[in-house]
């Protein structure tokens, strides 16, 4: 039996993203680990175009 019910009323409170499941997976570090290892190849590039500013 619970102590206390509440009762909530919300307007327009999504839409939501659920960034960790059930299981203990992170959306977000996933997303930023794929981001981090696209990321230096791609600036490697842009690195060696813009080599005359450095």
């Known amino acids: 039996m619970p102590e206390t019910s509440w009762i909530n009323r919300v307007r327009e409170f999504g839409p939501l993203i659920i960034c960790i499941d059930t299981k203990g997976n992170d959306l977000i570090r996933q997303n ?5 290892e696209k990321k230096k190849p791609v600036l ?4 060696a175009q813009l080599g005359f500013i450095s």
């Open 44 to 47: 490697d590039r842009i690195s």
């Open 32 to 36: 930023k680990a794929a981001f981090n």
